[in-house]
């Protein structure tokens, strides 16, 4: 049996990553304050979690790791892909509450969960695979979504970290820029003024210029790519490259 952890399953390409991989025949466990009803059949389960609330991933979680982990999958993969663009605007305009919710979906919880990760998937006959859904944000500065920024960076550097730490052969670790994706994330980051969101042209070009694509096309190449097929410890993946 393989598995496979996503977190963010009720919309967009968190989605479309499970429709996909539950297509394929993996058994999927989505994590999220929503499921989707579209995913629903016998091997698909559903933890209930809002990741603003990283801290008790440990006591939340564990149980339906647990429970996946005493399967024996020959193969399990955690998708760290759930975030949130907000909150938007420049520094010294945002709310600390905000700031920091923000910083616990987008990277404290994407660092406990690869935690509690690795320690339940510990088996070292189980090929293991963690992949961080990142962004061009990373690199690049979007002046009023700079938090946004700032944790997808984090998330970035989570890759190396455990590329650095998790020496075995069948452990990897990757993080994926997945492109310009036609979801609800892209109508809210549109729908700003150019006063709060600095950055807005950017995201209007994308949608004016046809670039978006959608979910369920950057789900297929990703599974396929970077799900299925080998990949390289540590390496960022860009759209253009699946
Ligand atoms: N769209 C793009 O163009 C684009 C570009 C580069 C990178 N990305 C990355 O791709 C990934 C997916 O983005 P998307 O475009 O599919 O976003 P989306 O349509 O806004 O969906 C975000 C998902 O994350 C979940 N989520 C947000 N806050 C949560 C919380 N507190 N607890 C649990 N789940 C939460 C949402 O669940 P709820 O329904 O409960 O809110 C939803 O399932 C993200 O990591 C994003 O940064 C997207």
Same mark, same amino acid.
């Given at each position: 049996?393989?598995?496979?952890?996503?977190?963010?399953?009720?919309?967009?390409?968190?989605?479309?990553?499970?429709?996909?991989?539950?297509?394929?025949?993996?058994?999927?466990?989505?994590?999220?304050? #929503? +499921?989707?009803?579209? %995913?629903?059949? =016998?091997?698909? !389960?559903?933890?209930?979690?809002? *990741?603003?609330?990283? @801290?008790?991933?440990?006591?939340?979680?564990?149980?339906?790791?647990?429970?996946?982990?005493?399967?024996?999958? #020959? +193969?399990?993969?955690? %998708?760290?892909? =759930?975030?949130? !663009?907000?909150?938007?605007?420049? *520094?010294?305009?945002? @709310?600390?509450?905000?700031?920091?919710?923000?910083?616990?979906?987008?990277?404290?919880?994407?660092?406990?969960?690869?935690?509690?990760?690795?320690?339940?998937? =510990?088996?070292? !006959?189980?090929?293991?695979?963690?992949?961080?859904?990142?962004?061009?944000?990373?690199?690049?500065?979007?002046?009023?979504?700079?938090?946004?920024?700032?944790?997808?960076?984090?998330?970035?550097?989570?890759?190396?970290?455990?590329?650095?730490?998790?020496?075995?052969?069948?452990?990897?670790?990757?993080?994926?820029?997945?492109?310009?994706?036609?979801?609800?994330?892209?109508?809210?980051?549109?729908?700003?003024?150019?006063?709060?969101?600095?950055?807005?042209?950017?995201?209007?070009?994308?949608?004016?210029?046809?670039?978006?694509?959608?979910?369920?096309?950057?789900?297929?190449?990703?599974?396929?790519?970077?799900?299925?097929?080998?990949?390289?410890?540590?390496?960022?993946?860009?759209?253009?490259?699946?």
């Amino acid at each position: 049996m393989q598995a496979a952890i996503v977190t963010g399953v009720s919309r967009g390409l968190g989605a479309a990553l499970a429709a996909e991989l539950l297509e394929r025949g993996f058994t999927v466990l989505g994590i999220g304050r #929503a +499921s989707n009803p579209a %995913l629903e059949r =016998a091997s698909y !389960a559903f933890a209930r979690f809002d *990741l603003a609330d990283a @801290a008790r991933v440990d006591e939340a979680l564990t149980p339906a790791f647990s429970r996946l982990a005493a399967r024996k999958p #020959a +193969s399990v993969c955690l %998708l760290n892909n =759930a975030a949130t !663009a907000g909150p938007v605007g420049t *520094l010294g305009r945002l @709310a600390s509450s905000e700031v920091t919710s923000a910083l616990m979906v987008n990277l404290a919880a994407v660092v406990t969960l690869t935690n509690l990760f690795c320690r339940v998937f =510990a088996d070292p !006959a189980m090929a293991r695979r963690v992949i961080n859904v990142s962004s061009g944000a990373a690199q690049n500065t979007l002046p009023g979504e700079g938090v946004y920024c700032v944790a997808k960076a984090g998330m970035e550097m989570l890759t190396r970290a455990l590329a650095a730490e998790q020496q075995a052969a069948n452990f990897r670790a990757i993080t994926v820029r997945p492109g310009v994706i036609d979801t609800d994330m892209q109508v809210f980051a549109r729908s700003h003024s150019p006063e709060v969101l600095p950055s807005v042209e950017l995201f209007k070009g994308f949608h004016r210029d046809g670039r978006l694509v959608a979910p369920a096309i950057v789900a297929s190449k990703i599974v396929a790519r970077l799900v299925v097929d080998d990949v390289e410890h540590g390496r960022t993946y860009s759209y253009q490259e699946l």
